[in-house]
T-cell receptor, first 119, second 114 residues
Framework: AQKVTQAQTEISVVEKEDVTLDCVYE???????LFWYKQPPSGELVFLIR??????QNEISGRYSWNFQKSTSSFNFTITASQVVDSAVYFC????????????????FGTGTLLAVQP | DSGVTQTPKHLITATGQRVTLRCSPR?????VYWYQQSLDQGLQFLIQ???????AKGNILERFSAQQFPDLHSELNLSSLELGDSALYFC?????????????FGEGSRLTVL
């Protein structure tokens, strides 16, 4: 079964600092997808990025970048030049298989990391 | 706006009661997912439907049931409510039920059981 560990419960930074959110996952699947979602104080869950397990090329999208290392089962997410609006809970989530063994893209969420960006 | 609509946004009820939460997926999405978010359990996957059929099941209580209708909207029924059922219930939708493709979440239905 999938399992996600987000060891950082809370992080506080000052605006314009870079911040990296850690994620370690466990899965028995050979191919899978990894996601990061954001939950701002308003409560909705917002999709940020997706990574497939068979492409370890790291990418940058605007102020977001991610470092995927299959060998260590880590999928870390970095925000460059953080802003107050980045304050939110960030969730790492691998996709999961159905219990019966069928294909599914349901997400298994970690416990989340609360990021507070101070002005 | 994700395009996923959930109603009601807030619901207050008493223990022992039954409630129904409704979800309309994004246009064109065939798969619907239900999640429960509480302080002690975090974000828990409950159940997934794809084109009207159950695709995956999480730790959904027997007191809870769900279905997806031919028009693809979904309902989550919670019965014999207990205080511990108080939570934020999210619905999400996706084009496909497997493989790549992010889930788009609604704003949630906040249930308070008194």
């Amino acid at each position: 079964a999938q399992k996600v560990t987000q060891a950082q419960t809370e992080i506080s930074v000052v605006e314009k600092e870079d911040v990296t959110l850690d994620c370690v996952y466990e899965t028995r699947d050979t191919t899978y997808y990894l996601f990061w979602y954001k939950q701002p104080p308003s409560g909705e869950l917002v999709f940020l990025i997706r990574r497939n397990s068979f492409d370890e090329q790291n990418e940058i999208s605007g102020r977001y970048s991610w470092n995927f290392q299959k060998s260590t089962s880590s999928f870390n997410f970095t925000i460059t030049a953080s802003q107050v609006v980045d304050s939110a809970v960030y969730f790492c989530a691998p996709s999961g298989r159905a219990i019966a063994g069928g294909a599914t893209n349901k997400l298994i969420f970690g416990t989340g990391t609360l990021l507070a960006v101070q002005p | 706006d994700s395009g996923v609509t959930q109603t009601p946004k807030h619901l207050i009820t008493a223990t022992g009661q039954r409630v129904t939460l409704r979800c309309s997926p994004r246009s064109g999405d065939l798969s619907v997912y239900w999640y429960q978010q509480s302080l002690d359990q975090g974000l828990q996957f409950l159940i997934q439907y794809y084109n009207g059929e159950e695709r995956a099941k999480g730790n959904i209580l027997e007191r809870f049931s769900a279905q997806q209708f031919p028009d693809l909207h979904s309902e989550l029924n919670l019965s014999s409510l207990e205080l511990g059922d108080s939570a934020l219930y999210f619905c999400a939708s996706s084009v496909r039920g497997s493989g790549a493709g992010e889930l788009f979440f609604g704003e949630g239905s906040r249930l308070t059981v008194l």
